[in-house]
T-cell receptor, first 115, second 114 residues
Framework: DAKTTQPPSMDCAEGRAANLPCNHS???????VYWYRQIHSQGPQYIIH???NNETNEMASLIITEDRKSSTLILPHATLRDTAVYYC????????????????FGEGTQLTVNP | EAGVVQSPRYKIIEKKQPVAFWCNPI?????LYWYRQNLGQGPELLIR????????DSQLPKDRFSAERLKGVDSTLKIQPAELGDSAVYLC????????????FGPGTRLTVT
C-alpha cells in the first residue's frame, strides 16, 4: 500500500471549514484513499473513501486531485466535536477473494477546533 | 444497531500475569480485526479473521499472544505472560463486504502492565 504524508497538526475555528491535506504520491491505479478519525479515548471512526472522483457524505467531502497524488478531506462546518486525529490511508481496492484488509495507520493530523 | 462491543474497558495487571480481552463484532460482519495502539501512535494490526480463519497474523507476537474466534462470531485475544511493553489500547474492529473496506471499531481495552 502507498505511503501517506499528513501535517502533524492543524487548527480551525468553530463553524469554519476544515481542510485536511494528504499526500500519496506513490498511489497506484487500484488503490483507494480512505479517511478515518479518532476522537480522544475512542476507537477510530470511518469517514469517507474514494478512488478518483470527488465524494461527499453526511460527514465530509473528499477531493482527490486529477493525478491522484494528493487529496483533501473537507469538514464544511467544523464543530468542537470534530477535534480528533485524522488518518489518511491508502489501500488496494476490495476483491472477490476477501472482505477485509489491513489498515496501516500513520501518525495522522491532530485537528483542533477552537471556539 | 449495536456497535462493536469490547470488554473489559480497562485492565491493570502485574507483569508475568495472563490477561484476556473479549470482542463481539457487529452482527453479520464476517471479518474481525484486533489492533494494538501504543500511546501517541496509530493502531497496528495484530490479527485479522475471516469467519473462523486467521488470514493475517503476521504481526501477532506468537510466543505470548494468542487469539481465537470460535463459531466465527465473538473473539478472544490473550496475552500470557504479559510484559511491561504490552501496555497499550487493544482495539477490535469488524467489517463486511459492502464494496469497500469500512471497518467499525470498538472503544478498546486499555491495558496497563505494572
Amino acid at each position: 500500500d502507498a505511503k501517506t504524508t499528513q501535517p502533524p497538526s492543524m487548527d480551525c475555528a468553530e463553524g469554519r471549514a476544515a481542510n485536511l491535506p494528504c499526500n500519496h504520491s506513490t498511489i497506484s491505479g487500484n488503490e483507494y484513499v480512505y479517511w478515518y478519525r479518532q476522537i480522544h479515548s475512542q476507537g477510530p471512526q470511518y469517514i469517507i473513501h474514494g478512488l478518483k472522483n470527488n465524494e461527499t457524505n453526511e460527514m465530509a467531502s473528499l477531493i482527490i486531485t486529477e493525478d491522484r497524488k494528493s487529496s483533501t478531506l473537507i469538514l464544511p462546518h467544523a464543530t468542537l466535536r470534530d477535534t480528533a486525529v485524522y488518518y489518511c490511508i491508502v489501500l488496494k481496492g476490495p476483491s472477490s477473494k476477501t472482505s477485509g484488509s489491513r489498515l496501516t495507520f500513520g501518525e495522522g493530523t491532530q485537528l483542533t477546533v477552537n471556539p | 444497531e449495536a456497535g462493536v462491543v469490547q470488554s473489559p474497558r480497562y485492565k491493570i495487571i502485574e507483569k508475568k500475569q495472563p490477561v484476556a480481552f473479549w470482542c463481539n463484532p457487529i452482527s453479520g460482519h464476517n471479518t474481525l480485526y484486533w489492533y494494538r495502539q501504543n500511546l501517541g501512535q496509530g493502531p497496528e494490526l495484530l490479527i485479522r479473521y475471516e469467519n473462523e480463519e486467521a488470514v493475517d497474523d503476521s504481526q501477532l507476537p506468537k510466543d505470548r499472544f494468542s487469539a481465537e474466534r470460535l463459531k466465527g462470531v465473538d473473539s478472544t485475544l490473550k496475552i500470557q505472560p504479559a510484559e511491561l511493553g504490552d501496555s497499550a489500547v487493544y482495539l477490535c474492529a469488524s467489517s463486511s463486504w459492502t464494496g469497500g473496506y469500512e471497518q467499525y471499531f470498538g472503544p478498546g481495552t486499555r491495558l496497563t502492565v505494572t
